[in-house]
């Protein structure tokens, strides 16, 4: 297969050494002559491990090409990617005019020559940029509708620095954000022989994957430097405790607590993470992405009061006023929070928890409930049939089925759902998701 790469920096070049390698024809395209002047003589233009002996292998073969005019190097391709750089203006706003003059020079040469690539944009862009930007871009240019005579993907990369070839060999996952069905079968007979999973997205979940995963590693590094500087302010050694939280891949290292629902609470989570902001502010450590957890999560819930709110409803259900399903625990409960706020506005509430027993609580979990919910018992019903005549449920827990939600919205009743039921992925009618 002839590819034709536009933009030859880390991610232009790697890609092209390792297409080269895989038996494929390469062209790389750029505006700085000394890359150019670089790769016709088979150097490499960035340090990587292993590209070099790549690269002099494919300009020895004759598979790499180098120019600088982009109608040249797109002529005959098969398949174009755009690995142009996306670096960040003053406001932090990402600068595109790079990726759109790419467009356009596609765009162009479609125009020009009727020649119909598959057109893959690799570089990284804020979610919604290649619908409203790239794509419009090619198709005035081209006078050519994506989807008809054209495909677009979006397959974004994750390579790091310093082992980039190792990463492109063995990749984590291969996430292909598709304009039209025609795009992703293509790209992906690339990889036919290569490990790691395959994804299948929308343009703007494949550009949304590769900003979660960044913003990831930048919080995972920030919270290991937070709670370096709290252990050494303790006299403890962060290396021994990370060595210890890291063998962790039951509940740390792994997708718990990773989908998005709705905000933490409980018995540990809240009162643990207080004591900490307390500890360092009395040894004078600054923490300040931990600090900043409370405020985020008082926000979930601010935010879902407000969505509730603006669909008036009279009568709301909720299934679930546990922090967490099958336990009856209810201190620091968000649910009791957005529960409390409800009969504050003057709504009428009704709750299915099966776990929960006004008369069987004790202790603090009573003491806390009683004083948000003075009348619990008053809001409980017995059955999930309590809440069919109600406005609008929150599904808090994951204890009710499709079916059950399906039989709610035949009734008119809106569903708002927090945890994800199995079954609705097509978002019936009346059914909306906390994040989707």
């Avoid at 993470?273 to 009395?282: K, P, S, Y």
């Avoid at 009061?305 to 603006?310: G, H, M, Q, S, Y």
């Avoid at 035949?410 to 009618?429: C, H, K, Q």
Wanted: charged share 25%.
């Amino acid at each position: 297969m002839k590819i034709a790469i536009m933009g030859m920096g880390y991610v232009g070049v790697v890609s092209a050494a390792c297409l080269m390698r895989d038996g494929h024809e390469v062209v790389g395209v750029d505006p700085v002559e000394e890359k150019i002047d670089d790769l016709s003589a088979g150097r490499s233009p960035v340090q990587e491990p292993g590209v070099a002996e790549m690269l002099a292998d494919g300009q020895r073969s004759g598979r790499l090409r180098a120019t600088r005019d982009a109608a040249s190097g797109l002529a005959g391709s098969d398949m174009v990617w755009i690995t142009v750089g996306t670096p960040s203006r003053s406001d932090g706003s990402v600068e595109l005019g790079a990726v759109e003059a790419a467009a356009t020079q596609i765009g162009e040469h479609l125009r020009r020559t009727g020649e119909r690539p598959l057109v893959v944009l690799r570089s990284t862009v804020p979610p919604g940029t290649t619908r409203s930007r790239f794509v419009p871009a090619l198709e005035r240019a081209g006078d050519v509708r994506v989807g008809r005579e054209v495909s677009v993907a979006f397959h974004p990369e994750f390579l790091r620095e310093g082992s980039a070839v190792a990463d492109f060999n063995d990749p984590p996952k291969i996430v292909v954000g598709e304009a039209d069905v025609r795009a992703a079968p293509a790209l992906l007979a690339l990889y036919e022989r290569y490990p790691g999973p395959r994804f299948r997205l929308s343009l703007e979940e494949a550009e949304l994957v590769k900003y979660s995963d960044n913003l990831f590693h930048a919080v995972k590094v920030t919270f290991a430097n937070e709670l370096g500087a709290l252990a050494r302010a303790l006299g403890v050694d962060a290396r021994r405790v990370a060595d210890v939280f890291c063998a962790d891949t039951k509940l740390n290292i792994s997708p718990r607590y990773l989908r998005p629902g709705f905000a933490y609470g409980g018995s540990c989570l809240p009162k643990d993470l207080r004591a900490i902001l307390r500890e360092a502010e009395l040894r004078g450590v600054r923490l300040p992405m931990l600090g900043s957890v409370p405020l985020s999560n008082s926000t979930q819930i601010e935010t879902l009061l407000a969505r509730v709110l603006e669909r008036k409803p009279q009568r709301v259900g909720m299934v679930g006023l546990a922090f967490k399903p099958g336990t009856d625990d209810m201190r620091e409960s968000p649910y009791v929070a957005v529960a409390k706020r409800l009969l504050g506005e003057g709504l009428e509430l009704r709750v299915w928890d099966p776990a929960v027993h006004p008369e069987r609580l004790i202790g603090r979990n009573r003491e806390l409930v009683l004083a948000a919910l003075a009348h619990l018992e008053r809001l409980l019903v017995d059955s999930l049939a309590g809440l069919d005549d109600c406005d609008l449920v929150l599904v808090n827990h994951a204890t009710v089925s499709a079916v059950d939600v399906t039989n709610w919205l035949s009734r008119g009743v809106r569903v708002l759902d927090l945890v994800g039921v199995p079954g609705l992925e097509n978002r019936p009618a009346g059914y909306e998701g906390i994040a989707w």
